[in-house]
Nanobody
Framework: QVQLVESGGGLVQPGGSLRLSCAAS????????MSWYRQAPGKERELVAR????????NYSDSVKGRFTISRDNAKNMLYLQMNNLKPEDTAVYYC?????????WGQGTQVTVSS
């Protein structure tokens, strides 16, 4: 069955870095666009970054542009999010999502807390 398992979250001080990973299984990973979303308490889930399938086209939300880097390894069925210069407003549960036309799958999320 389809599985998306995020890891790498945790507590980090402002200005620090974290690398999130998403392990995918049960579908043809390279055919799917992959995204990172986040949801802070009391707020709606928002798109952070997206990378297309084989071509690897990338886009970021304005709030993370220049600080976060999304990447994928289609040979390993892995998605990554390198997060640098983290700010308290980056605190949220981070989710990975796989999307192909009308089909979408979500992971269970990993908590990122940025605090001194």
């Amino acid at each position: 069955q389809v599985q998306l398992v995020e890891s790498g979250g945790g507590l980090v001080q402002p200005g620090g870095s974290l690398r999130l990973s998403c392990a995918a299984s049960g579908f043809t990973f390279s055919s799917y666009a992959m995204s990172w979303y986040r949801q802070a308490p009391g707020k709606e889930r928002e798109l952070v970054a997206r990378i297309s399938g084989v071509a690897g086209y990338i886009n970021y939300s304005d709030s993370v542009k220049g600080r976060f880097t999304i990447s994928r390894d289609n040979a390993k069925n892995m998605l990554y999010l390198q997060m640098n210069n983290l700010k308290p407003e980056d605190t949220a549960v981070y989710y990975c999502k796989a999307q192909l036309r009308s089909m979408g799958f979500w992971g269970q999320g990993t908590q990122v807390t940025v605090s001194s």
